[in-house]
């Protein structure tokens, strides 16, 4: 059971365009997100991340925006570089449930999206 | 500051043997995380230890090992490796004192790509 969807394997984009990754989940106790972006032979990157006490996080060119009622969030990315093609992945985690110094908090990943940023 | 770093970058096993994975961070966070990618399935948590001398299961244990060796390092091992764990691995840790966004994210060592034949 997929809680974190990336339901788009790739997204291909003009240079100086709007990129627009999405993402769904079903675990309505999720309550910090975050995006991360992964090159080729390296390790995830930390992106932005949002606290679902705000509806839209903003950095630089990338914000996040959360939709709670429709379990949705989505990256954009303005204006789209070359450098940004890269995979993006949308991760997810509950930091209510239990004490996060005993149980730490643990990450549920979507699939990925490929990014293709064409020049 | 090297953040997380992972040994070795590339391993190749045949089936049956053993091997460790190891993984150290230098930014005095508490828990520690093994993922696994794998194509078309995104990270899958393997192992966590929230703290120093804790060490609890995540999505896909079986076939692995850990030890949380101190608070700077955390190994993976695998006892008797076999083709279904080949694969990319991944660590990663975070702050988590407090249950805050901030020191929830979590950081990536850059991964061993392991072959099992």
């Known amino acids: 059971d997929q809680q974190v969807k990336q339901n788009s394997p790739s997204l291909s984009v003009q240079e100086g365009r709007i990129s627009i990754l999405n993402c769904d989940y079903t675990n309505s106790m999720f309550d910090y997100f975050l995006w991360y972006k992964k090159y080729p032979a390296e390790g995830p990157t930390f992106l932005i991340s949002?606290?679902?006490?705000?509806d839209k996080n903003e950095d630089g060119r990338f914000t996040v925006f959360l939709n709670k009622s429709a379990k949705h969030l989505s990256l954009h990315i303005v204006p789209s570089q070359p450098g940004d093609s890269a995979v993006y992945f949308c991760a997810a985690s509950d930091l209510t449930v239990l004490p996060i110094m005993e149980y730490g908090n643990k990450l549920v990943f979507g699939a990925g999206t490929i990014l293709r940023v064409k020049s | 500051n090297a953040g997380v770093t992972q040994t070795p970058k590339f391993q190749v096993l045949k089936t049956g043997q053993s091997m460790t994975l190891q993984c150290a961070q230098d930014?005095?966070?508490?828990?520690m995380y093994w993922y696994r990618q794998d194509p078309g399935m995104g990270l899958r948590l393997i192992y966590y230890?929230?703290?120093?001398?804790?060490?609890d299961k995540g999505e896909v244990p079986n076939g692995y090992n850990v030890s949380r060796l101190n608070k700077r390092e955390f190994s993976l091992r695998l006892e008797s490796a076999a083709p279904s764990q080949t694969s990319v691995y991944f660590c990663?840790?975070?702050?988590?004192?407090?249950?805050?966004?901030?020191?929830?994210?979590?950081?990536f060592g850059p991964g061993t790509r392991l072959t099992v034949l």
């Open positions: 930014m005095n966070h508490n828990s």
């Open positions: 990663a840790s975070s702050e988590s004192t407090q249950a805050t966004s901030s020191q929830a994210t979590q950081y």
């Open positions: 230890s929230a703290s120093e001398g804790t060490t």
């Open positions: 949002i606290s679902s006490i705000k």
